[in-house]
């Protein structure tokens, strides 16, 4: 018999699984042929591991049950993953907006450095093994896997959400916490792009800021056309409100600042204080690209001499360049979100041991946990925070 199983292989099982060995006997069944697979795509391969923002700021980067996290992330937060992972020897560095990365620029330093680790601790590993289902009996649980059948005093359930499915985040997670009857909270896709109404034709523009006016929300950080819409930080950040807001819509629209860093009144300054003689393209093009320009300009002849333009057609430019609305139809897909919105639901999960309240000895830690943050090294820090929680707490 088993002290631990860790179920599933991602960064928040990875780190359990170290953390519950120190006093026990430990197993981690993955269904893949290797761990971590995941977590090698994030920051596009690079792994952002963390984000050193205080634990204040970190909270405002975590839209949903945010204060829940308030007692992981003292005991495991962004400046003690920092410090672990310098400990197990691998080199970091801060880039911009304090996010975190391996020197090496390679998610594989991190996951190597987490296996060795494993090893140290005489983790026992299952490869290729899938979970079927978990039996809570009275003194002790029963796992049953395509392969075999394990009895273990505790089990950590960290299988991830539904994105990325290719990588084995299939749901796994959540026939498991039905079965031993823990509230699932509706799963929708986070952090995924946007697709308009119409056909854009402006494919692979990138604004480097804009601010995104949605509802009452007001969100900055870069943006990137597509040719189906729009992507990018500013655009993952309030995908899931437009999710939200198009079960019962249609459509719905986005107004889209590109110039947030002015106001109307002071846009309106500069282009009289522009060279009159020059063509209206010629200022907005201090700006925008020239064919985002001629998309958006399509009924103002911006060849004009600024000086031969009125005062209404002036404001008139100016509000398109702080109002540019777009119709938006549909998010991406659950599978091709970056996150899963939605998961086991927070009311019956012990926030300062990860412990089921409904099962003794039943933990739960990472994406499938109905909490998630924006894109930047906050759900990383999430997975190995509540991770490390479950891990500790089981000895």
């Given at each position: 018999?088993?002290?631990?199983?860790?179920?599933?292989?991602?960064?928040?099982?990875?780190?359990?699984?170290?953390?519950?060995?120190?006093?026990?006997?430990?197993?981690?069944?993955?269904?893949?042929?290797?761990?971590?697979?995941?977590?090698?795509?994030?920051?596009?391969?690079?792994?952002?591991?963390?984000?050193?923002?205080?634990?204040?700021?970190?909270?405002?980067?975590?839209?949903?049950?945010?204060?829940?996290?308030?007692?992981?992330?003292?005991?495991?937060?962004?400046?003690?993953?920092?410090?672990?992972?310098?400990?197990?020897?691998?080199?970091?560095?801060?880039?911009?907006?304090?996010?975190?990365?391996?020197?090496?620029?390679k998610s594989t330093?991190?996951?190597?450095?987490?296996?060795?680790?494993?090893?140290?601790?005489?983790?026992?590993?299952?490869?290729?093994?899938?979970?079927?289902?978990?039996?809570?009996?009275?003194?002790?649980?029963?796992?049953?896997?395509?392969?075999?059948?394990?009895k273990t005093k505790?089990?950590?359930?960290?299988?991830?959400?539904?994105?990325?499915?290719?990588?084995?985040?299939?749901?796994?997670?959540?026939?498991?916490?039905k079965d031993l009857?823990?509230?699932?909270?509706?799963?929708?896709?986070?952090?995924?792009?946007?697709?308009?109404?119409?056909?854009?034709?402006?494919?692979?523009?990138?604004?480097?800021?804009?601010?995104?006016?949605?509802?009452?929300?007001?969100?900055?950080?870069?943006?990137?056309?597509?040719?189906?819409?729009?992507?990018?930080?500013?655009?993952?950040?309030?995908?899931?409100?437009?999710?939200?807001?198009?079960?019962?819509?249609?459509?719905?629209?986005?107004?889209?600042?590109?110039?947030?860093?002015?106001?109307?009144?002071?846009?309106?300054?500069?282009?009289?204080?522009?060279?009159?003689?020059?063509?209206?393209?010629?200022?907005?093009?201090?700006?925008?690209?020239?064919?985002?320009?001629?998309?958006?300009?399509?009924?103002?002849?911006?060849?004009?001499?600024?000086?031969?333009?009125?005062?209404?057609?002036?404001?008139?430019?100016?509000?398109?360049?702080?109002?540019?609305?777009?119709?938006?139809?549909?998010?991406?897909?659950?599978?091709?979100?970056?996150?899963?919105?939605?998961?086991?639901?927070?009311?019956?999960?012990?926030?300062?041991?990860?412990?089921?309240?409904?099962?003794?000895?039943?933990?739960?830690?990472?994406?499938?946990?109905?909490?998630?943050?924006?894109?930047?090294?906050?759900?990383?820090?999430?997975?190995?925070?509540?991770?490390?929680?479950?891990?500790?707490?089981?000895?």
């Amino acid at each position: 018999m088993y002290d631990v199983i860790v179920i599933g292989g991602g960064p928040s099982g990875m780190i359990a699984s170290i953390k519950a060995s120190i006093n026990n006997k430990v197993l981690l069944i993955e269904k893949n042929e290797s761990l971590g697979k995941k977590l090698k795509l994030t920051g596009g391969g690079r792994c952002n591991l963390t984000n050193l923002k205080s634990i204040d700021y970190f909270m405002k980067e975590i839209p949903i049950n945010n204060k829940f996290l308030y007692s992981s992330l003292n005991k495991f937060g962004p400046n003690d993953i920092y410090e672990y992972f310098t400990n197990l020897g691998v080199p970091l560095k801060i880039e911009e907006d304090d996010k975190v990365f391996p020197m090496s620029d390679k998610s594989t330093s991190i996951i190597e450095a987490l296996n060795k680790e494993m090893i140290l601790n005489n983790v026992d590993i299952k490869y290729n093994e899938k979970v079927i289902s978990i039996i809570n009996k009275d003194s002790y649980k029963e796992i049953i896997t395509n392969k075999d059948k394990y009895k273990t005093k505790k089990v950590i359930i960290t299988t991830g959400g539904l994105s990325y499915p290719n990588t084995g985040s299939t749901g796994d997670g959540y026939k498991f916490a039905k079965d031993l009857n823990q509230e699932i909270t509706t799963l929708y896709p986070a952090e995924t792009y946007l697709i308009t109404k119409e056909t854009l034709s402006l494919a692979g523009i990138t604004l480097d800021n804009v601010r995104i006016n949605y509802n009452k929300k007001r969100i900055e950080g870069s943006l990137l056309f597509t040719h189906n819409g729009l992507s990018g930080p500013s655009i993952f950040k309030v995908s899931e409100f437009v999710y939200k807001d198009l079960i019962n819509n249609k459509y719905i629209t986005l107004s889209i600042d590109m110039v947030p860093n002015y106001n109307d009144n002071e846009l309106f300054n500069k282009l009289n204080e522009y060279d009159q003689k020059k063509e209206v393209i010629s200022f907005l093009k201090e700006f925008i690209p020239k064919r985002l320009i001629e998309y958006i300009y399509k009924e103002i002849d911006t060849n004009k001499k600024i000086v031969n333009i009125s005062k209404i057609d002036k404001q008139k430019i100016i509000s398109m360049l702080k109002e540019f609305k777009l119709e938006i139809k549909e998010t991406g897909s659950i599978d091709n979100a970056f996150i899963t919105g939605g998961g086991v639901s927070i009311k019956y999960i012990n926030p300062k041991t990860m412990e089921s309240t409904i099962h003794k000895d039943i933990y739960f830690a990472g994406e499938i946990l109905d909490v998630h943050g924006y894109t930047g090294g906050y759900n990383l820090t999430i997975a190995f925070s509540t991770g490390y929680v479950a891990g500790i707490s089981c000895n």
